[in-house]
């Protein structure tokens, strides 16, 4: 959705290498999303974060982490990526429960 | 911890059958919602259920919520190429949303 951006789109890394993926908003949404999507799994929660400073974890938070030092930038990094972290990863926007989230574009990460 | 469950995971259609998809929640739900991915795209927000019983619809799709908040379906009625795409369920209990592993849809025109 317009408001939301993604970078890099596309990355390639070999494992142990630390990643970090960026998402962008400019619609001042207080709540921001890290998620995953992989076959049969759905979207599933990482981290989230409900404010500058303020992040808490979601479902497969293990080997990930996050920072929001600014309302626009969420940044999701990855330590020392491995293998099972190869995915498409979508950060999305929103006001929080119970309103909607607005997804951006996804980054496919591939950990060779 | 909650679950959410969503059937079929693929379902393959001549354009101008109906399709549904079905999502169950281990749990009592809050509210749930619905999103869209078309194939290389992003989830899209479709929308929000919240009351027991509740039936929206935009167009030719049916979104219902059971009255026990526990299960919620979504029904397209004669499917188009336009339809085509992953259909998710998102469950939300408390501060925890959940979605579904999603119902990827094909329509042979």
């Known amino acids: 959705d317009a408001g939301i951006t993604q970078s890099p789109r596309h990355k390639v890394t070999e494992t142990g290498t630390p990643v970090t993926l960026r998402c962008h908003q400019t619609e001042n949404h207080r709540y921001m999303y890290w998620y995953r999507q992989d076959p049969g799994h759905g979207l599933r929660l990482i981290h989230y974060?409900?404010?500058?400073?303020?992040?808490d974890k979601g479902e497969v938070s293990d080997g990930y982490s996050v920072s929001r030092s600014k309302t626009e930038d969420f940044l999701l990094t990855l330590e020392s990526a491995t293998s099972s972290q190869t995915s498409v990863y979508f950060c999305?926007?929103?006001?929080?429960?119970?309103?909607?989230?607005?997804f951006g574009p996804g980054t496919r990460l591939t950990v060779t | 911890g909650q679950q959410v469950m969503q059937i079929p995971q693929y379902q393959h259609v001549q354009e101008g059958e109906d399709f549904t998809t079905y999502c169950n929640s281990s749990t009592t739900l809050s509210n749930i919602q619905w999103y869209k991915q078309r194939p290389g795209g992003h989830p899209v927000f479709l929308i929000q259920?919240?009351?027991?019983?509740e039936v929206k619809k935009q167009k030719r799709l049916t979104f219902q919520f059971g009255e026990a908040k526990k299960n919620s379906s979504l029904h397209i009625t004669a499917t188009q190429t336009t339809d085509v795409g992953t259909y998710f369920c998102?469950?939300?209990?408390?501060?925890?949303?959940?979605f579904g592993a999603g119902t990827r849809l094909t329509v042979k025109p």
């Open positions: 998102a469950g939300r209990r408390n501060n925890d949303m959940r």
């Open positions: 974060s409900y404010g500058v400073k303020d992040t």
């Open positions: 259920l919240v009351k027991s019983g």
């Open positions: 999305a926007m929103g006001q929080g429960h119970p309103y909607e989230q607005y």
